[in-house]
């Protein structure tokens, strides 16, 4: 499976992580598969596998049978039987798991449809495939310009060339017959190359372009799933879905595929709930069904005659007034059942930190108070009183003045 960075170009050129399949995950193509296989030595006398599983544009994959006993292994790309010509494809499975593969898809593992494996490819292979996928855009952009000319009602989806650039394949979608005669004739005369025109269904072409869905990864026909079930409006209705088509349907326009996923889960829960059609029989009226939670096993009724209250009741609690009702028997009221019911809060974590507010990181922070710088002359003032506490207490040795001596004029008198 590809990583959810590798979205890919019109020619399936990785433009995400850029490592061109190289990453973690296994590959940027489509429909990865993992051999899981490939480190297990074949029991004593057994030959291995000549078939092998060659992977095209956008997840087109095929069997071929290795005849002349070539060394491949997964990732090689090789030269294959067409029909004309040669096309050029990679090597995307190998070994027993080829079996596995061959019967999921129905084919005979001696079967004549089974073509064969030419070389490997050459450079001079590689060059002429990587020429001709290059084309691939301007001949889907002219061939709809062709179409929108000539009138008819079809969708050009996408273009894919041969190996050998002799042949390409035009894939459409229609919703009516589309006669293509005159478009076959305009597309080889305007290219110079054979052309083949095959139709395909909305999920088919989702699974060949790609893209993401609503649940933010790629979609699972482009990347696992090639079991297209169908799917229908009442897998939406066992899971209590409201049926919005805006919110049901994928990229194709249909119903999602993964509406099924989960169907067959919730159709073993249901079959413990009444059906919804039952009535309620009580002194205060006849209740009627309005929801249900599946995973609480809870049930919401109310009456018929004031729809102003919905009334929650357990599972048990609707097939015990059930049973009653067949014993022609009325309940006093749906009240007395519901406050019967205790619901158990259920602490799943402690508010800590906050860890359950969406909006903690929105509120300010509070700015710091700056402290007011004191005046010239109270810092003088603080400076001094500081000065004087620090200092220690030491006593001064001051010299004593001399007492002032009278002069001599004043001791005669």
């Given at each position: ?11 399936s ?7 061109n ?8 193509e489509?429909l990865?598969?993992?051999?899981w296989?490939?480190?297990?030595a ?5 030959k291995?596998?000549d ?11 095929h ?14 790309i090789?030269a ?17 798991l ?6 999921k ?18 450079q ?7 020429a ?6 301007n ?16 969708k050009l ?6 190996g ?15 006669d293509f005669r005159q478009?076959?004739?305009?597309l ?12 395909v269904g909305?999920?088919?072409e989702?699974?060949r372009?790609?893209?993401v869905?609503?649940?933010g990864?790629?979609?699972c ?22 049926l919005?088509?805006q ?14 996923y ?32 599946i ?5 919401w ?18 097939k ?5 009702n ?5 309940v006093a009221?749906?009240?007395?059942f519901?406050n019967?019911?205790?619901?158990e ?5 402690e ?5 359950d ?9 509070r ?15 603080t ?21 002032r ?9």
């Amino acid at each position: 499976m590809s990583c959810n960075n590798c979205s890919s170009t019109i020619n399936s050129v990785p433009k995400g992580c850029k490592s061109n399949g190289n990453c973690s995950t296994g590959g940027c193509e489509k429909l990865a598969v993992f051999d899981w296989l490939a480190n297990m030595a074949l029991p004593t006398g057994q030959k291995p596998m000549d078939v092998f599983e060659v992977r095209f544009k956008n997840g087109r994959k095929h069997f071929y049978r290795n005849v002349d006993n070539l060394k491949i292994t997964m990732g090689d790309i090789v030269a294959v039987e067409s029909n004309p010509g040669h096309d050029i494809g990679i090597v995307s499975l190998a070994g027993e798991l080829v079996k596995i593969q061959l019967k999921k898809k129905g084919v005979n593992l001696e079967s004549e449809e089974i073509k064969k494996i030419y070389r490997i490819a050459t450079q001079k292979d590689i060059d002429i495939w990587t020429a001709a996928r290059e084309k691939e855009y301007n001949t889907q952009y002219r061939g709809r310009e062709i179409i929108s000319r000539l009138g008819l009602k079809m969708k050009l989806s996408d273009v894919e060339y041969q190996g050998d650039g002799n042949k390409a394949t035009f894939y459409y979608t229609a919703d009516e017959r589309v006669d293509f005669r005159q478009l076959i004739r305009d597309l080889a005369s305007a290219f110079s190359i054979r052309v083949e025109m095959k139709q395909v269904g909305l999920r088919q072409e989702a699974a060949r372009l790609g893209g993401v869905g609503s649940c933010g990864r790629e979609l699972c026909c482009s990347t696992w799933l090639t079991d297209l079930r169908k799917v229908n409006t009442a897998a939406a209705r066992y899971q209590q879905l409201s049926l919005n088509p805006q919110k049901l349907a994928g990229q194709c326009g249909k119903l999602k595929c993964c509406l099924n996923y989960e169907l067959d889960t919730y159709l073993d829960a249901l079959k413990d709930f009444p059906k919804q059609d039952v009535e309620l029989k009580t002194e205060k009226g006849v209740a009627v069904f309005i929801k249900m939670d599946i995973f609480k096993n809870l049930i919401w009724y109310t009456y018929k005659n004031d729809r102003s209250k919905w009334y929650k009741l357990t599972v048990e609690q609707t097939k015990e007034i059930i049973e009653q009702n067949k014993k022609n028997k009325t309940v006093a009221s749906l009240e007395d059942f519901e406050n019967e019911l205790i619901v158990e809060k259920v602490n799943t974590f402690e508010n800590v930190v906050g860890q359950d507010s969406l909006t903690r990181f929105d509120t300010p922070k509070r700015k710091k108070r700056k402290k007011k710088k004191p005046s010239k002359n109270n810092a003088v003032a603080t400076k001094n009183t500081v000065s004087r506490e620090n200092k220690p207490n030491i006593k001064r040795n001051s010299k004593r003045k001399p007492p002032r001596r009278k002069p001599n004029n004043e001791k005669n008198a």
